[in-house]
């Protein structure tokens, strides 16, 4: 089983986002891995491999609006490839 199983991709659409801040708060209060926030100050996108996509859906949406939103559950997809 994986450490971290959910894939969580999105993108945040706003105004003065910043790709080391969103990468701190990240480091400070998620666990996770595989962490990219890249972007510019309008539109950030992000890949995340978490046990917890709703915190970083949540935290997320409070910057700006979120689209594109997609979670995978990495550990299901990996039990469907052996059997």
Wanted: a negative charge; one cysteine or more; hydrophobic letters at 35%.
């Amino acid at each position: 089983m994986l450490e971290f199983r959910y894939d969580t991709q999105l993108l945040i659409e706003g105004e003065n986002l910043d790709e080391d801040t969103i990468t701190d708060y990240f480091t400070e209060n998620f666990r996770g891995d595989c962490l990219l926030a890249v972007g510019d100050d309008e539109l950030i996108k992000i890949h995340y491999h978490t046990n917890e996509p709703w915190k970083v859906l949540e935290y997320c949406a409070s910057l700006g609006e979120i689209h594109d939103i997609v979670i995978e559950d990495m550990d299901r997809q990996a039990r469907g490839l052996q059997g």
